[in-house]
């Protein structure tokens, strides 16, 4: 097999940075422009007339039209074929003009004197469309340059990679994307600073794209980055499947020798999941989340690299749609509910619930939301669900202040999809007002994922959260890609410990004061701090001295009917 010039930066170029119209259209408007010229020519030394509805139109008259067309085709011409446009445009133009001097000067004819403006006249205009436009292209050339390139790495990007299926898949060529995640990456950041992380990355970035570059492999490679640790290879032209392996084992190889930074040595590991396009699926968006199952398949076996192949038993399709059904189910017999975990200031006080969404199963046992939240995500279910648990929780907000005067806050989730609806502030707003409860009494949980996700919507949106009254919370911080200037942007009032922090934090010094370092962060950034997923005394005695301000945890109250909460509530006020 004759292998196709595969080098990144090209295919990159030739995918999204030259998008050229086709040479046909070039012969077109050459050949329209010659008869154009031809027409304008002889119409004008033609005599007598033609008869048109009636009228009597002299053949001179259309002089005036071909020649408007020849100068629509030049124009054409210069702004589709840039340099070669305005180069055969001028050409043509100027070869017309020593027959119009001829004409004028030597013959003393002069008809031609308009025709010798109009050719001036054009130079100066195609003149300055060219090198005013070439300038426009420039700039926008560099802007898309910039949209397909990766920050960090100086790889192209998830958009680039897009761009790249988009073409295989027009042309017919088969393909395989693997997905990469690079092992405990998490920890170089978090122990050497994401300085050291990028540097680590931009490393992989390079090493993978000589390797791409370099032809060594059997197959034609495309190497992009995702976001954080992940990456992309595209791997087209394989001579059978079997090299599928012996590639991606290539750039494991490569992976694997010593990274050497700010003389520290890394030794990183990856895991691949790869799917083949159009024997898996001929529909990209599955390709991208088969790949991306298989990774996470085989990112659960433990750690080390590993390599694994789409199956489809991993989707687990079947628990999929059989949870859709149920959703669908609960949600039109209103068997949606909720219950609500205490949260406490640190001296034990209470500072107002958590709303958590329940659901049962058909034989009367519960199915958690880790399970069939991320299916209502995926089937843009999700909204109706946080919906209706907003408003179960509002409705006992209502009934319990009633019947106690007691303020206390109620938090509840919000899934980004939810967030970005465009009726999100509408719906929540007539719910508020339907039970007579004030915004500051009611705090929104987001994740914070969503800040790296869809950064500037959301913080639109956060903002009209806040300026209605509300109070936004980032809930499971610690567990995305978190960067201080995200959480410095963004308008929060308070930061949620995720669990895994908690868990560990009374195992070493080191855990105890990476939670001690969020809470000081927190405070640093005006934010009140909660911890979740508080089991014992002991982290409780800790948290205390550490600063934190809020506790959410088994150890002071599990996740309880509104019932028994409305008798929680009811028992402290007296
Ligand atoms: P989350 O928002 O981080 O909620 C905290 C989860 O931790 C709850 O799990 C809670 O029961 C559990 N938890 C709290 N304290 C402890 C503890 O001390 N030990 C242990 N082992 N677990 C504790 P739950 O109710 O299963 O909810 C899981 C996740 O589902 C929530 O995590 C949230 O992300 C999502 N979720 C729940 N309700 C909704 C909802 O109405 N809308 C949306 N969009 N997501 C929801
Ligand atoms: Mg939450
Ligand atoms: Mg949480």
Wanted: aromatic content about 8%; charged content about 25%; hydrophobic content about 40%.
């Amino acid at each position: 097999m004759v292998k196709r010039n595969n080098n990144i930066d090209k295919t990159l170029k030739n995918l999204s940075l030259n998008k050229e119209a086709p040479k046909s259209a070039f012969i077109l408007l050459v050949l329209l422009y010659a008869i154009a010229s031809f027409l304008t020519t002889r119409t004008s030394v033609m005599q007598g007339s033609i008869a048109i509805g009636g009228q009597m139109i002299s053949y001179n008259s259309f002089t005036g039209v071909f020649s408007m067309l020849g100068y629509i085709c030049i124009i054409c011409l210069v702004m589709l074929f840039r340099r070669v446009g305005y180069i055969v445009s001028m050409a043509a133009i100027i070869l017309q003009s020593p027959l119009m001097i001829f004409n004028i000067f030597v013959r003393g004819n002069l008809h031609s004197l308009p025709g010798l403006f109009s050719s001036v006249l054009i130079i100066g205009a195609i003149s300055i469309i060219h090198f005013t436009y070439r300038k426009i292209l420039k700039y926008q050339q560099s802007i898309r340059e910039q949209a397909v390139t990766d920050r960090i790495t100086g790889l192209p990007n998830r958009f680039a990679c897009n761009e790249l299926l988009t073409d295989l898949q027009r042309r017919g060529e088969p393909f395989v994307l693997v997905s990469v995640d690079l092992n405990d990456f998490k920890s170089i950041n978090d122990t050497m600073g994401h300085d050291t992380g990028d540097q680590v990355l931009k490393e992989v970035a390079r090493r993978w794209k000589d390797l791409a570059n370099s032809l060594s492999t059997e197959t034609v490679d495309f190497v992009a980055r995702n976001s954080g640790d992940e990456f992309m290879i595209v791997i087209s032209e394989y001579p059978s499947v079997e090299e599928i392996e012996n590639t991606i084992n290539a750039y494991r190889e490569v992976l694997e020798k010593k990274i050497t930074i700010d003389d520290c040595d890394y030794y990183l590991t990856a895991c691949f999941g790869y799917s083949f396009f159009p024997e898996d699926s001929d529909v990209i968006e599955n390709i991208y989340l088969f790949s991306d199952a298989a990774l996470h398949e085989v990112k659960k076996a433990g750690s080390g690299s590993r390599i694994s192949r789409f199956t489809p038993d991993v989707l687990n399709f079947e628990r999929t749609l059989e949870i859709e059904r149920k959703i669908r189910t609960a949600l039109n017999s209103d068997k949606i509910f909720f219950n609500l975990q205490p949260q406490y200031d640190i001296n034990h006080n209470l500072r107002g619930f958590e709303a958590l969404a329940r659901m049962k199963d058909d034989d009367g046992s519960f199915i958690s939301p880790v399970d069939f939240i991320p299916v209502a995500e995926k089937t843009g279910l999700v909204d109706r669900i946080d919906m209706r648990v907003f408003e179960l929780s509002m409705e006992f907000l209502d009934k319990i202040t009633r019947e106690t005067g007691t303020e206390i806050m109620m938090s509840v989730n919000v899934s980004v999809r939810h967030l970005m609806k465009n009726t999100f502030i509408e719906d929540i707003k007539n719910i508020l007002k339907a039970h007579n409860i004030a915004p500051e009494r009611v705090e929104i949980e987001i994740t914070e994922s969503i800040m790296i996700d869809s950064a500037e919507k959301a913080l639109q949106r956060i903002n009209e959260i806040k300026a209605m009254g509300m109070k936004v919370a980032i809930d499971d911080f610690g567990t995305g890609y978190s960067s201080l200037s995200y959480l410095n942007n963004f308008p929060s009032d308070l930061l949620k410990i995720d669990k895994a922090f908690i868990d560990q934090m009374n195992m070493s010094e080191s855990s105890k004061q990476y939670v001690a370092m969020i809470i000081s962060i927190g405070h640093i950034l005006h934010l009140k701090v909660i911890s979740e997923g508080v089991e014992s005394p002991d982290q409780v005695e800790v948290l205390k001295k550490i600063g934190c301000d809020y506790i959410q945890g088994f150890v002071w109250g599990k996740p309880m009917p509104p019932e028994e909460a409305g008798r929680l509530v009811s028992s402290i006020k007296k």
